[in-house]
């Protein structure tokens, strides 16, 4: 075991952070809409053409093709010089773009990873549907094959920031017969091929805040040259994106929220002073919260030591799970510090949105629940 | 950055958990085999010291195998999965202490013919400029001759007779032998406070590794047996209430296990961080041992309430754990003081 990084490695880091120091955006990232999504792809863009978008990309697509150590130095320096929470890239750089890599035709690969690197464009997840969420291999949304065709007819949902994406990695059932899991399409869907219709959703952090849709498919044509991997394997390819999502993919969060702990540890010390907190219950607690998200580091480091031996497993629940679970608390902590002036919702809040926002991260990307059956029966090897 | 062991290191862990085995399976401590007061273990000294075991960590120069805070680490889960006696602990601390002054009282040491026992605080200790004054606990010192006290901010090693009045208990974790004494202005022959340099952060490191190797054989207990205990015609592990409590456990010790592997590496390398990490993996390693222990009775059913299987020996050990040096609540208090570490 060790923590040491090369030579080579340390002027990596300083590089990081010198570009990181000059180029961070300074405006605040809108939350929603059309200027949330020009910041996005803006600050893509600046780190495409810094050479800093896809460090651990291979080098064909674009990247610098770098070890997975880099890539973990590089959210280190961002993380710590607080770069923004870009979350419209998330499922371009880290669901559609490693699957395409791992099951993509040429064209498919040529045509579309240097667009989402180069943060031209933004995708959206069409996975759930109204009656499939965490029983996912069930889902209804039909494609039938009519020539070089697919045409699609159903709906999804909670389908983040389709209001504002150009593609969308889409699941559709392409043979209703089989089994549930091997009737399964993965989909390229153009958003603006006609027969798609949004409904937009409200979600619970702020009145008015617009995240997720609705999706309806009406007799939507996408050219069968757009299924990635083959038709009706789409479950495996589906599996491979949803590995990489639950474990490297999670990395820069787990990392940022070390920062957070810390500036709640200010917040308490200011407001309880730094002798009180030491026996009181609030203090107690945020030992706790420092230890743990101080784990998360070195449960980040141990995921990163593994892959580059073998691709992450069912074991990234583990971290995964913890992660999910700790982060609420993190954001639930900050309202006792605060007290009662937690109860306002200010126009620049730093926390009470945050916090809100976190009941999602026990139910997106597979709840709680599910995540527990994964390590019973797969990491644990319990029977079903 | 490499957080999985070497080659070298997976052979350590491999040679003790192998002569753990053979030497000290979990079954000893059953009613039928050795009894319920006290433990066999004292005959494992002298055999870990012929393997080297005793002074993993002390330097060459010092009569050890000179190995790092990572291979002292390892072993330590390898000892708390196995509940070798807390004695263990204050053979290697002790050693340590005792190498850079006194070779030949670590040498004994090494050798396993001192025995070391713990003392921890009953209540405040007053420790000025190294005289220590307070009342005690001291842990499987019936026959040492030696006892490590640890206190939040201060480690020391004392020959036995300086604590007065010692008076036997009966301990909560039977297996270990309890006493209550005290120090009156006491005089240690060798201490050092939590300030110079890493050998406070080195006893929280070992009681963290120690409780993740309970925190990992409690599952292990819970898992095995929920795959062979059945109920409404299908193994228990199958019903989600029981399978999720599993999952937690799993997480739980992932979390521990993790943790204390970063802050061995940080203690290998003598870091200013060593005292952070030390602590931060103490917290969620003990929180792992209570929680893993107490879940892996309720997954047992009432055999885990019984003295017949090990289920109650984790969450026994992982109180008694709890209190060397300081408990919980002690520690959070002492970590949330620190200052932060990115
Ligand atoms: C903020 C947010 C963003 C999202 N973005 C997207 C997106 O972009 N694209 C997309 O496709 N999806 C997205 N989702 C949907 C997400 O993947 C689903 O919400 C999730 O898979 C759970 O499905 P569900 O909501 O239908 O809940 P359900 O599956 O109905 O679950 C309801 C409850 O039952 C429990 N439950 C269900 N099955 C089991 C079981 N077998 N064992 C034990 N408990 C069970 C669940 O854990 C949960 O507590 C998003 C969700 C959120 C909250």
Redesign the interface.
Do not use: W, Y
């Given at each position: 075991m060790n923590l040491d990084y090369t030579a080579e490695d340390e002027i990596f880091r300083a590089e990081a952070r010198e570009w990181l120091d000059a180029n961070i955006p300074r405006e605040v990232r809108p939350p929603d809409g059309p200027g949330m999504r020009e910041f996005d792809l803006g600050w893509q863009r600046k780190q495409f053409e810094g050479g800093w978008a896809g460090v651990s990309w291979p080098v064909e697509y674009g990247g610098r093709g770098l070890s997975l150590t880099h890539q973990l130095i590089w959210y280190e320096e961002y993380a710590k010089a607080g770069g923004p929470n870009a979350e419209l890239l998330f499922v371009g750089c880290n669901h559609a773009a490693p699957t395409i890599m791992a099951r993509g035709t040429d064209e498919q690969k040529s045509y579309h990873l240097p667009k989402i690197l180069s943060g031209e464009v933004a995708w959206c997840q069409g996975f759930s549907e109204p009656n499939n969420g965490s029983d996912l291999g069930g889902l209804k949304c039909r494609a039938e094959i009519v020539g070089d065709e697919l045409v699609v007819n159903g709906s999804k949902i909670w389908t983040s920031s389709a209001h504002l994406a150009d593609w969308q990695e889409l699941l559709v059932r392409t043979d209703p017969a089989a089994p549930k899991h091997k009737g399964i399409s993965w989909v390229i869907c153009d958003m603006q091929t006609p027969g798609i219709e949004l409904r937009p959703i409200l979600i619970m952090t702020a009145p008015g805040h617009h995240h997720f849709n609705q999706v309806f498919y009406t007799d939507v044509r996408i050219p069968l040259s757009n299924v990635v991997g083959e038709v009706n394997d789409g479950w495996n390819v589906a599996m491979s994106t949803l590995g990489f999502e639950r474990g490297t993919a999670g990395m820069l969060e787990n990392i940022r929220y070390g920062a957070v702990v810390e500036r709640l540890v200010d917040m308490a010390r200011q407001r309880l002073g730094a002798s009180a907190l030491e026996n009181d219950d609030i203090g107690q607690r945020l030992a706790q919260l420092r230890a743990e998200v101080t784990a998360v580091r070195a449960m980040t480091y141990r995921i990163a030591s593994r892959a580059a031996i073998a691709p992450p497993g069912s074991e990234v629940s583990l971290a995964r799970a913890f992660f999910s679970q700790l982060q609420q608390r993190i954001r639930r902590i900050a309202l006792d510090i605060i007290g009662p002036d937690s109860i306002e919702l200010p126009e620049d809040d730093p926390w009470i949105r945050p916090y809100l926002r976190t009941y999602s991260n026990t139910i997106a990307a597979g709840t709680s629940e599910i995540q527990r059956n994964i390590i019973g029966e797969r990491v644990l090897g319990l029977p079903r | 950055?490499?957080?999985?062991?070497?080659e070298e290191?997976q052979q350590i862990v491999d040679m003790v958990r192998g002569f753990l085995a053979a030497s000290a399976p979990l079954e000893r401590l059953r009613p039928d085999k050795f009894g319920q007061i006290g433990n066999p273990d004292a005959a494992l000294w002298p055999k870990m010291a012929e393997l080297g075991i005793l002074g993993l960590g002390v330097p060459e120069e010092g009569g050890g195998l000179g190995l790092s805070a990572?291979e002292e680490a390892l072993t330590y889960i390898e000892f708390g999965r196995a509940l070798v006696s807390v004695g263990v602990l204050g053979a290697t601390l002790g050693a340590h202490l005792a190498a850079r002054t006194m070779p030949d009282i670590a040498a004994a040491i090494m050798a396993g013919t001192s025995a070391v026992g713990l003392a921890t605080p009953r209540g405040t200790v007053a420790g000025d400029d190294g005289i220590f004054s307070g009342e005690f606990h001291l842990i499987e010192a019936n026959e040492a001759d030696f006892i490590v006290l640890l206190t939040s901010d201060a480690i020391a090693l004392f020959r036995r007779d300086e604590f007065m009045g010692q008076s036997e208990r009966l301990s909560m974790d039977s297996h270990m032998r309890l006493m209550r004494a005290a120090l009156e202005s006491g005089k240690p022959l060798s201490w050092s406070s939590v300030k110079d340099g890493i050998d406070h952060a080195r006893a929280n490191l070992l009681i963290a590794a120690y409780a993740t190797g309970v925190a990992e054989a409690a599952l292990a207990g819970a898992?095995d047996y929920?795959?062979v205990r059945e109920q409404f015609g299908?193994?228990i592990?199958?019903f989600?209430a029981?399978?999720?409590k599993?999952?937690?456990m799993?997480?739980a010790a992932?979390?521990?296990s993790?943790?204390v592997?970063?802050?061995?590496?940080?203690l290998s390398?003598n870091s200013d961080e060593s005292r952070?990490?030390a602590?931060?993996?103490r917290?969620?390693a003990v929180?792992a041992a209570l929680k893993n222990g107490a879940t892996g009775i309720q997954v047992h059913g009432a055999i885990g309430f019984t003295a017949e299987v090990e289920a109650h020996l984790f969450v026994k050990r992982a109180h008694l754990i709890d209190f060397i040096g300081g408990d919980q609540?002690v520690?959070?208090?002492?970590?949330?003081?620190a200052d932060?570490?990115?």
């Open positions: - | 950055m490499n957080l999985l062991p070497t290191q990572v898992v929920a795959k299908k193994p592990g199958s989600q029981i399978k999720h599993c999952a937690d799993a997480i992932e979390v521990a993790c943790q592997s970063f802050a061995s590496v940080i390398k952070f990490h602590l931060a993996s917290i969620v929180d609540r520690q959070k208090g002492q970590f949330i003081g932060a570490v990115i």
